[in-house]
């Protein structure tokens, strides 16, 4: 409770988590309708997954450059700049549905997600950093899990509003919603107050910097070891996530705004292990939370497409998501605690690549599996792999025993050789 109240007594971390809120609450929301869009377009399992992966397409594409940026420009201009081109998608969405909604084709979403990736993409490396440099290393852990708990709160109302809109607005009345909350959260961005951070990505020659960025993260056993696990985790376990509104509407029979409360089920969960995390002290041991979130994520994906019954399947969804929680907060934590400074835009710009690759990856990969075989195989062959290629970062990395200070003391070690070769 005293380590919460601390990070909120910050009226700048105040407005940038609810910057951040908002900006989540409309993605889920823009997620489920453009997934809904897709299966009643086509009923292809395969366009489905295509959704996903042209969301995540930019990723791999501009990340590392977005990272670059985050630490050469003012931060609260580049979160102004991406959720200005929010406002522009969804108006020209709104127009489109309203003027005549059969003039919609799937090449149009695809198009629409590939740019919500673009600023999702671009917002991400700015908001992280700063949060740390708003509330300091003492206390980014309780902040990161703060606004990890309110991106899950969204995560669990986004769909469940999403199906909610489309069953009694239909698709006008939903964009007109999300352009509303948009333009609200724009005006929010512009009393964002970021501190500036003046490091040497300001004077390096771009390609330089990613250069020195490889070659930090090559000398960090614990990087490699979270790099590693990241792209199998995104390649193998997160794409499943997509195929839930298919599996409510073709295996369960239910209609779209229980799908939505499906959807959300995973979101509950994350709420739940935020909210633990959050209020937990001396957490030493974070790579150890990680590795065990990864396997337990993967163990229960390969349980719940096999239930026959809608309230089993949003249970082991919602314990999935409590390991998704623990996965996502301490996979921020250790990036940021084993990095120097002046390296941590970029670092996150080269985790956001690894999820944007391995997404992008697994989601063909498990859409083709999936149109020849079917949903239950494709999701449970998925997980099976991933428990195996989860055993040589357990093995050849620290992360299941390094405590953070062992962490901060590699990250030091490593910081000389990447200075010298730049």
């Not at 709160?153 to 009694?168: D, E, F, N, Y």
């Not at 996502?328 to 934590?333: D, F, G, L, P, V």
């Amino acid at each position: 409770r005293g380590a919460l109240w601390c990070v909120l007594q910050n009226s700048d971390f105040r407005i940038l988590w609810y910057v951040g809120t908002l900006g989540e609450f409309c993605r889920r929301i823009e997620m489920f309708v453009f997934s809904w869009m897709i299966l009643e377009l086509t009923s292809s399992y395969i366009q489905l997954l295509l959704v996903l992966a042209f969301n995540n397409l930019p990723r791999p594409m501009i990340s590392m450059w977005t990272g670059y940026i985050a630490e050469r420009f003012p931060r609260a201009r580049i979160l102004l700049t991406a959720q200005t081109i929010n406002v522009l998608t969804t108006t020209i969405l709104l127009s489109v549905v309203a003027y005549n909604f059969d003039l919609i084709e799937p090449w149009q979403v695809f198009v629409a997600v590939f740019i919500q990736g673009v600023t999702k993409s671009i917002e991400d490396p700015s908001r992280r950093t700063s949060i740390f440099d708003i509330v300091g290393q003492r206390r980014f852990v309780n902040a990161l899990s703060l606004e990890l708990f309110s991106n899950n709160l969204s995560k669990m109302t986004g769909p469940i509003m999403g199906g909610i809109l489309v069953a009694t607005a239909g698709f006008t009345g939903t964009f007109s919603f999300l352009l509303t909350v948009h333009v609200f959260n724009l005006v929010l961005m512009a009393r964002l107050r970021i501190p500036d951070f003046q490091g040497p990505a300001q004077m390096e020659p771009m390609v330089r910097s990613l250069r020195l960025v490889g070659n930090y993260a090559r000398h960090s056993p614990v990087l490699l070891g979270l790099f590693y696990i990241t792209i199998v985790m995104n390649v193998l376990a997160f794409p499943i996530q997509q195929f839930i509104p298919a599996i409510g509407r073709d295996h369960l029979g239910v209609g779209v705004t229980l799908v939505g409360l499906l959807v959300a089920a995973d979101g509950f969960g994350q709420l739940v292990g935020a909210g633990i995390m959050a209020i937990s002290r001396d957490l030493r041991y974070h790579g150890r939370i990680f590795v065990l979130g990864s396997i337990w994520i993967l163990v229960i994906s390969s349980i719940f497409v096999w239930s026959p019954w809608y309230s089993l399947t949003f249970g082991l969804l919602t314990m999935c998501g409590i390991a998704h929680s623990c996965f996502s907060t301490m996979q921020s934590s250790v990036t940021m605690l084993a990095t120097s400074h002046d390296m941590r835009g970029r670092m996150l710009g080269l985790l956001s690549v690894c999820i944007g690759a391995g997404m992008s990856l697994g989601a063909l990969v498990i859409g083709l599996i999936a149109s020849t075989f079917s949903i239950q195989w494709s999701i449970s062959l998925n997980s099976l792999a991933g428990l195996l290629l989860i055993v040589p970062a357990i093995v050849f990395t620290p992360l299941l025993w390094q405590t953070v200070n062992q962490v901060v003391e590699n990250s030091d070690s490593v910081t000389e050789p990447a200075g010298e070769e730049a």
